[in-house]
C-alpha cells in the first residue's frame, strides 16, 4: 500500500477553518480504512476521525459537528474539513491507513509523514 501524503495544513486564526487533504492510491481507499489523527509535542497521539473502506465515518467527540472527513475515489484523496477551530487543536495532523476503523485508532499499518496546523488565539 502506498504511504499516505498529507497537506494543507498552516496557520489559522481561533474559530477558522482548514482542509486537509491525504493522497494515497485507489488500492488503498479500496481495501483500507483512512484516519486523521493528531499529535501535540510531549503527548500521546489523538484519533480525530476515521472513514471506512465503504463510506462509513467516526469522529472523535470532541470534534463532532465541526470536523468532516471524506473521500474521493476520483482523486484517491481523503479529506478532513475542520471549522471552529480552537487554539488547543493546535498540532501535527496524521494521516493513517487501518485494516478497519477502530475506537482506540490503534492497528495503524501505514503513516504520512504529517501536516502542522497551527491556531493562533
Known amino acids: 500500500q502506498a504511504q499516505p501524503v498529507e497537506s494543507g495544513g498552516g496557520l489559522v486564526q481561533n474559530g477558522g477553518s482548514l482542509r486537509l487533504s491525504c493522497a494515497t492510491s485507489k488500492t488503498t481507499l479500496d481495501y483500507y480504512a483512512i484516519s486523521w489523527l493528531r499529535q501535540v509535542p510531549g503527548k500521546e497521539r489523538e484519533g480525530v476521525a476515521c472513514?471506512?473502506?465503504?463510506?462509513?465515518?467516526y469522529y472523535a467527540d470532541s470534534v463532532k459537528g465541526r470536523f468532516t472527513i471524506s473521500k474521493d475515489v476520483s482523486k484517491n484523496t481523503v479529506y478532513l474539513e475542520m471549522n471552529n477551530l480552537k487554539s488547543d487543536e493546535t498540532a501535527d495532523y496524521y494521516c493513517?491507513?487501518?485494516?478497519?476503523?477502530?475506537?482506540?485508532?490503534?492497528?495503524?499499518?501505514?503513516w504520512g509523514q504529517g501536516t502542522q496546523v497551527t491556531v493562533s488565539p
Open positions: 493513517a491507513t487501518q485494516a478497519e476503523c477502530r475506537g482506540d485508532y490503534a492497528g495503524v499499518l501505514t
Open positions: 472513514i471506512s473502506r465503504d463510506g462509513k465515518t
